[in-house]
């Protein structure tokens, strides 16, 4: 016969494991939930900005229309990179939630985003540059990290340069298209002006490649 | 033989420490579930006798008593020891007998001086045959069994004895430490709030405290008699006396009275200490294993005795889960460092407060759980938990757990390889 001590002891001893798991879940969901509100908002102007290209296509591209087009791309820039960030470090915080969905339809906006900016460059004579790095999201791979944070500090010190990011294990039709186009196997690898770099370029490298001003 | 067994031991720690170094975090995570679920159930355990009442009742009685004092090589301390026990109030003491095993230094010469009988071993033998030698002689009851490096408080006898019932074998106090000065004397200090405070608290309430503690316990001399006296071989010979003695159903009480006694000063001499003990727990484990799931002693078979015998194991796994963990982050780490310095690029030390992970939760909820049987021990003896203690609270939560656990490795290698034993 089980004593009832220790039958009362496994059911607190239960109760109190599911009490941290749903801590944790919690925390889990908090954070996916901040993502998931600012996302939404990011996905709906990032499928705006891809109509308005649309339009400038079809119409004759003009000055004015360019302007609103760059008005709106300079206004969400600073969203972009922050979810960037943020999408980077909760890929290795995230322990229960559901996090990939979200992810891959950051994935998707984002380079939505890096087309329409390459649009742009290409009917408005824009100045910019676009960046668009392919990183791994296996954690084994510290180079990444690495030219990650190179990045960061190239997109601070250039206010030309526009960068983008995209995983190399997430398979979806666009990025593959994109993956094949650039001929990109390996991660970290990073594409300048339609140039493939399969290895860690230093920021003095980038900054040569970017024309940084 | 033995030096395969050593080998082999030491194989085996390198075994755990690879296998946890290149494992999935998500195996990491049931390691730490299955942790985290042992000690839930056994902060259960305890935390439910909180609750039950159990009426300690007085006897009134107060037969005759023998206090034995087993001393060696104590010259610095026996003096004061000697005065708190002679200051000790109790209208029956036999006798005070000193039995000294052959010291080198003027403990003799210091204890003469008292009015106590002074029992002259030319031979050191240690401290089990010394306390057997004075049994046999002790004529009283009850047999006070007193470190000469402890100091026990005036009253402790007029408040104890009486609470003697007829099945106890044994009566065991909360054991502090006397004044802690260096920092690992304050470390050992907390230790000792938790592991003879709250838990020997609520385990008196099931009859489940296993060990007699060395520094002063009272004896009943017709239980000594019967189960043989200590064990002359046995290097934690408390641990042994606690374990014979409910072997031989007797109990074995408790009474949060405060008694200090001193504690190794520096590193050395606790590892010293605590190689023997855990040694001595090893081995006692191994030699009373008929007592594991045996419910014929009650919750010593079934709850302290496999909790004692699941600690060993799970001290000196999760050592090297840490140690490997370490490894690893400081071997990534350092990977990162290194191609930061190659591309002259410096990591940026950004916190975003929602990124916590499950680990470091699991690791708060114990911190909780155990500041919570801290309070209870302190509250036992109305101690107050000053910033004097700050110090050694931080150690005992973030030093302690590693050092004892490598002491718990250390002692491991050494009972597989069969080193000599030492007191």
Same mark, same amino acid.
């Not at chain 1, 119409?59 to 820039?77: F, L, R, V």
């Not at chain 1, 206010?159 to 990011?165: A, E, I, Y």
């Not at chain 2, 942790?35 to 935390?47: A, E, K």
């Not at chain 2, 002693?297 to 079934?302: C, I, P, S």
């Given at each position: 016969?089980?004593?009832?001590?220790?039958?009362?002891?496994?059911?607190?001893?239960?109760?109190?494991?599911?009490?941290?798991?749903?801590?944790?879940?919690?925390?889990?969901?908090?954070?996916?939930?901040?993502?998931?509100?600012?996302?939404?908002?990011?996905?709906?102007?990032?499928?705006?900005?891809?109509?308005?290209?649309?339009?400038?296509?079809? !119409?004759?591209?003009?000055?004015? *229309?360019?302007?609103?087009?760059?008005?709106?791309?300079?206004?969400?820039?600073?969203?972009?990179?922050?979810?960037? !960030?943020?999408?980077?470090? *909760? !890929?290795?915080?995230?322990?229960?939630?559901?996090?990939?969905?979200?992810?891959?339809?950051?994935?998707?906006?984002?380079?939505?985003?890096?087309?329409?900016?390459?649009?742009?460059?290409?009917?408005?004579?824009?100045?910019?540059?676009?960046?668009?790095?392919?990183?791994?999201?296996?954690?084994?791979?510290?180079?990444?990290?690495?030219?990650?944070?190179?990045?960061?500090?190239?997109?601070?010190?250039?206010?030309?340069?526009?960068?983008?990011?995209?995983?190399?294990? !997430?398979?979806?039709?666009?990025?593959?298209?994109?993956?094949?186009?650039?001929?990109?196997?390996?991660?970290?690898?990073?594409?300048?002006?339609?140039?493939?770099?399969?290895?860690?370029?230093?920021?003095?490298?980038?900054?040569?490649?970017?024309?940084?001003? | 033989?033995?030096?395969?067994?050593?080998?082999?031991?030491?194989?085996?720690?390198? =075994?755990?420490?690879?296998?946890?170094? =290149?494992?999935?975090?998500?195996?990491?995570?049931?390691?730490?579930?299955?942790?985290?679920?042992?000690?839930?159930?056994?902060?259960?355990?305890?935390?439910? %006798?909180?609750?039950?009442?159990?009426?300690?009742?007085?006897?009134?009685?107060?037969? $005759?008593?023998?206090?034995? =004092?087993?001393?060696?090589?104590?010259?610095? %301390?026996?003096?004061?020891?000697?005065?708190?026990?002679?200051?000790?109030?109790?209208?029956?003491?036999?006798?005070?007998?000193?039995?000294?095993?052959? &010291?080198?230094?003027?403990?003799?010469?210091?204890?003469?001086?008292?009015?106590?009988?002074? #029992?002259?071993?030319?031979?050191?033998?240690?401290?089990?045959?010394?306390?057997?030698?004075?049994?046999?002689?002790?004529?009283?009851?009850?047999?006070?069994?007193?470190?000469?490096? +402890?100091?026990?408080?005036?009253?402790?006898?007029?408040? &104890?004895?009486?609470?003697?019932?007829?099945?106890?074998?044994? #009566?065991?106090?909360?054991? +502090?430490?006397?004044?802690?000065?260096?920092?690992?004397?304050?470390?050992?200090?907390?230790?000792?709030?938790?592991?003879?405070?709250?838990?020997?608290?609520?385990?008196?309430?099931?009859?489940?405290?296993?060990?007699?503690?060395?520094?002063?316990?009272?004896?009943?001399?017709?239980?000594?008699?019967?189960? $043989?006296?200590?064990?002359?071989?046995?290097? +934690?010979?408390?641990?042994?006396?606690?374990?014979?003695?409910?072997?031989?159903?007797?109990?074995?009480?408790?009474?949060?009275?405060?008694?200090?006694?001193?504690?190794?000063?520096?590193?050395?001499?606790? #590892?010293?200490?605590?190689?023997?003990?855990?040694?001595?727990?090893?081995?006692?484990?191994?030699?009373?294993?008929?007592?594991?799931?045996?419910?014929?002693?009650?919750?010593?078979?079934?709850?302290?005795?496999?909790?004692?015998?699941?600690?060993?194991?799970?001290?000196?796994?999760?050592?090297?889960?840490?140690?490997?963990?370490?490894?690893?982050?400081?071997?990534? &780490?350092?990977?990162?460092?290194?191609?930061?310095?190659?591309?002259?690029?410096?990591? &940026?030390?950004?916190?975003?407060?929602?990124?916590?992970?499950?680990?470091?939760?699991?690791?708060?909820?114990?911190?909780?759980?155990?500041?919570?049987?801290?309070?209870?021990?302190?509250?036992?003896?109305?101690?107050?938990?000053?910033?004097?203690?700050?110090?050694?609270?931080?150690? =005992?939560?973030?030093?302690?757990?590693?050092?004892?656990?490598?002491?718990?490795?250390?002692?491991?290698?050494?009972?597989?390889?069969?080193?000599?034993?030492?007191?």
């Amino acid at each position: 016969m089980v004593n009832l001590k220790y039958a009362m002891a496994a059911i607190l001893m239960v109760n109190l494991f599911f009490i941290t798991l749903s801590v944790i879940d919690y925390m889990d969901m908090q954070r996916l939930l901040r993502f998931s509100n600012d996302l939404a908002s990011f996905s709906s102007e990032t499928a705006d900005l891809e109509s308005a290209v649309a339009l400038l296509r079809v !119409e004759q591209p003009s000055a004015e *229309y360019c302007k609103i087009i760059d008005t709106a791309y300079q206004q969400k820039i600073t969203t972009t990179n922050d979810l960037m !960030e943020r999408m980077l470090a *909760y !890929e290795r915080a995230n322990m229960f939630a559901e996090f990939f969905a979200l992810k891959r339809q950051f994935l998707l906006s984002n380079i939505q985003l890096w087309q329409v900016s390459q649009l742009e460059k290409q009917y408005c004579n824009a100045t910019h540059t676009d960046v668009l790095y392919i990183y791994s999201s296996d954690p084994s791979c510290s180079e990444c990290q690495v030219q990650g944070k190179i990045l960061d500090s190239v997109r601070a010190s250039c206010p030309n340069v526009r960068t983008f990011v995209m995983d190399i294990k !997430e398979s979806m039709a666009t990025l593959d298209m994109i993956k094949m186009k650039y001929n990109v196997t390996s991660a970290p690898s990073v594409v300048v002006n339609g140039q493939t770099y399969a290895k860690v370029l230093s920021a003095d490298e980038i900054k040569q490649l970017v024309s940084c001003q | 033989m033995r030096e395969m067994l050593g080998f082999t031991s030491i194989l085996g720690f390198i =075994v755990a420490f690879l296998v946890f170094m =290149v494992m999935d975090p998500s195996f990491q995570l049931v390691y730490i579930c299955i942790i985290f679920l042992v000690n839930l159930f056994i902060v259960s355990f305890y935390g439910l %006798t909180l609750f039950d009442e159990k009426k300690m009742e007085k006897s009134g009685k107060y037969p $005759g008593l023998t206090i034995i =004092v087993p001393s060696y090589n104590s010259e610095k %301390t026996i003096e004061k020891c000697l005065r708190h026990v002679l200051a000790m109030k109790y209208p029956h003491v036999q006798e005070v007998v000193l039995v000294d095993d052959g &010291s080198t230094d003027r403990t003799r010469e210091i204890a003469s001086q008292f009015p106590v009988r002074i #029992m002259h071993r030319k031979q050191n033998k240690g401290k089990a045959a010394s306390l057997n030698e004075a049994i046999r002689q002790a004529k009283g009851e009850l047999v006070a069994c007193v470190d000469s490096d +402890t100091y026990p408080p005036e009253n402790l006898l007029m408040d &104890s004895v009486p609470y003697i019932t007829p099945e106890m074998g044994a #009566m065991t106090f909360y054991i +502090t430490v006397e004044k802690p000065r260096t920092i690992w004397q304050r470390m050992q200090q907390m230790e000792y709030f938790f592991s003879f405070g709250a838990f020997p608290y609520l385990g008196a309430k099931f009859n489940a405290v296993l060990v007699t503690p060395g520094p002063l316990t009272i004896f009943k001399r017709s239980a000594l008699e019967k189960i $043989g006296g200590f064990d002359e071989h046995n290097i +934690t010979e408390d641990f042994e006396m606690g374990l014979k003695l409910h072997k031989s159903h007797y109990q074995i009480g408790y009474l949060p009275i405060s008694v200090p006694t001193e504690v190794p000063l520096h590193f050395s001499g606790l #590892m010293r200490q605590r190689i023997r003990w855990y040694r001595g727990t090893m081995f006692n484990l191994a030699l009373y294993k008929d007592l594991m799931f045996n419910d014929k002693y009650a919750d010593v078979g079934t709850f302290s005795f496999p909790v004692t015998a699941a600690y060993v194991p799970i001290t000196i796994v999760s050592f090297f889960f840490v140690l490997a963990r370490g490894a690893r982050f400081i071997y990534e &780490s350092g990977l990162q460092a290194a191609q930061f310095a190659t591309y002259g690029q410096m990591p &940026s030390l950004a916190f975003d407060p929602l990124y916590i992970r499950a680990d470091m939760l699991m690791f708060l909820s114990f911190l909780l759980t155990y500041v919570f049987f801290l309070w209870i021990s302190l509250s036992l003896i109305k101690e107050k938990l000053g910033p004097d203690k700050l110090p050694g609270l931080l150690m =005992v939560i973030f030093v302690y757990p590693f050092v004892n656990a490598g002491f718990y490795v250390y002692s491991l290698y050494k009972e597989m390889r069969g080193s000599d034993l030492q007191w």
